[in-house]
């Protein structure tokens, strides 16, 4: 894939937390410009940590990049600040929503424009765009953000994210604490959203069942490391993915509990 058609890579990077616990062993990933791909894996195989260390969160937490490089939009992004690459066009949407709770819908959303200076009509417009693709926050605009669903938050955060008119969003764990309808309607407006505004999406995500559907490309994390990747087609098809990650294999469902770790790792590397 040529430069042209990257809006993100990140090349062979380590994390460090407290100068001690080595959490990523060499990831490298690629997004292409207008893709959706999915960072697969169970809890605390590094999804979170690899999406924080490219939004540049990872020093609110002890952690820090100390090997190899990010690179968005063709400029290393791995020592700039959180506020200057969402003034590139890199923002994140956190795991658990972050709300405002305290503000109303209307005032979250709002907050995601402070970075912009193309004045308060474009920002009016841009904001009636978001009610188009969110109708239920146009019903809640005036609520405050703490009284409404968990699905509603996420809405929300989605909003507020699109608020800054970024390039790429990077969305951590959307699926977590909604019913399945919820997450459906989500990942499909993510989806639009990709189609219609041309907006990339990296996203974290442990229901690998609907990432794949929706993502163009995957990779599968295991103890901070990429053990597999391709195009999500080909991830689905995997008898490896369908019996670990799917839930289903060639005898049947199993579940993680069944298969001993030397051998999922066998597995992987072989």
């Known amino acids: 894939m040529s430069e042209s058609e990257k809006i993100l890579s ?10 001690v616990i080595l959490v990523l062993r060499g990831i490298s990933l690629e997004v292409p410009r207008g893709k959706i791909v999915a960072i697969l894996g169970a809890n605390g195989a590094g999804k979170t940590t690899t999406l924080k260390a490219i939004s540049n969160l990872l020093r609110a937490e002890r952690g820090d990049v100390t090997k190899g490089n990010i690179v968005f939009e063709d400029e290393e992004i791995q ?7 969402v003034r590139k066009g890199c923002i994140q949407v956190m795991e658990g929503r972050h709300c405002f709770e305290h503000l109303t819908v209307e005032e979250n959303l709002m907050t995601g424009a402070y970075t912009r200076r193309d004045g308060s009509s474009k920002i009016k417009e841009h904001l009636e765009l978001v009610y188009d693709y969110f109708p239920r926050l146009r019903e809640r605009r005036s609520s405050l953000a703490g009284y409404t669903s ?9 909003g507020r994210a699109l608020m800054s008119r970024p390039k790429m969003i990077l969305l951590d764990e959307p699926s977590m604490g909604l019913a399945p ?8 407006i993510v989806k639009q959203l990709n189609e219609n505004e041309g907006v990339s999406f990296l996203l974290a995500e442990q229901n690998t069942n609907i990432a794949l559907r929706f993502a163009n ?3 599968i994390l295991e103890s901070g490391r990429v053990v597999m990747d391709g195009e999500a087609g080909m991830l689905s098809e995997n008898e490896d993915v369908k019996e670990f990650y799917l839930g289903v294999g060639g005898e ?10 030397y051998k999922r790792r066998k597995r992987w590397l072989t």
């Open 181 to 188: 309808q919820l997450v459906e309607e989500i990942f499909g």
């Open 150 to 158: 968990g699905g509603e938050q996420q809405m929300c955060a989605i």
């Open 10 to 19: 990140v090349n062979n990077i380590e994390v460090i937390y407290d100068h």
């Open 217 to 219: 490309y995957g990779y």
């Open 252 to 261: 049947g469902r199993r579940s993680f509990r069944d298969v001993k770790h």
């Open 79 to 85: 020592d700039s600040t959180p506020s200057a690459l």
